[in-house]
């Protein structure tokens, strides 16, 4: 089984930035990939990035290229989402999800473990 904890959520000025923290357990995640998604009121999840454990290699949505960097600490089993120049529509419960397979990929249901979600809110 497979724990992950998200942190770093909060209240935040547009333009502002955050740091998200997943911190997972209970397994080795040498051949696992990990994504961040997000999901607003009313909206679907939404994928955001992702990264394979082993070599780093990284995708992201279009939707934050540029803006949000996925990173990964082996050592600490942790996956980060560095945010910057955060948008209102950013506002969402964002979430740290774990797939049991070598390939990176972007839909929802193709990630096997979820964590609770951590708050980001940005104010205008």
């Known amino acids: 089984q497979v724990q992950l904890v998200e942190s770093g959520g909060g209240l935040v000025q547009a333009g502002g930035s955050l740091r998200l923290s997943c911190a997972a357990s209970?397994?080795?995640?040498?051949?696992?990939?990990m994504g961040w998604f997000r999901q607003a009121p009313g909206k679907e999840r939404e994928f955001l990035a992702a990264?394979?454990?082993?070599?780093?290699?990284?995708y992201y949505a279009d939707s934050v290229r540029g803006r949000f960097t996925i990173s990964r600490d082996n050592a600490k089993n942790t996956v980060y989402l560095q945010m910057n120049s955060l948008k209102p529509e950013d506002t969402a419960v964002y979430y740290c999800a774990a797939r049991n397979a070598p390939l990176i990929t972007s839909p929802t249901r193709s990630y096997d473990y979820w964590g609770q979600g951590t708050q980001v809110t940005v104010s205008s």
């Open positions: 990264i394979k454990w082993s070599g780093g290699s990284t």
């Open positions: 209970g397994r080795t995640f040498s051949s696992y990939v």
